[in-house]
């Protein structure tokens, strides 16, 4: 069965950058390269939401407007990994970060924490 984990969140303080991993594994590497990706966030009290995908061949991606122009998606299908490049953080970006296939299909793994404080 697939597993995803994350890794890479922290504590930082406002205008900082994070960089956030994503290992997916038992999962086939064909599997993987033709899945489409994404990143997901909940923040406390709030809903999981969609923050950033990627398409299978990394070549075309969306953004949530709340993360557009600060937020970059990446995947190296050689390693089944993804990466969320995060700069100009802002308090309202704190919450756990997942990654799942852009559908939401997966089993969701364990987040990374995110804090963003001065």
């Known amino acids: 069965q697939v597993q995803v984990v994350e890794s890479g969140g922290g504590l930082v303080q406002p205008g900082g950058s994070l960089r956030l991993s994503c290992a997916a594994s038992?999962?086939?590497?064909?599997?993987?390269?033709?899945?489409?990706m994404g990143w997901y966030r909940q923040a406390p009290g709030k809903q999981r939401e969609l923050v950033a995908t990627?398409?299978?061949?990394?070549?075309?991606?969306n953004f949530a407007d709340s993360v557009k122009g600060r937020f970059t998606i990446s995947r190296d299908n050689r390693k089944n990994t993804v990466y969320l490049q995060m700069n100009s953080l802002k308090p309202e970006d704190t919450a756990v970060y997942y990654c799942n296939a852009a559908d939401g299909t997966w089993p969701w793994g364990q987040g990374t924490q995110v804090t963003i404080s001065s």
């Open positions: 038992g999962i086939s590497d064909r599997i993987f390269r033709i899945t489409a």
């Open positions: 990627i398409s299978f061949g990394g070549t075309a991606t």
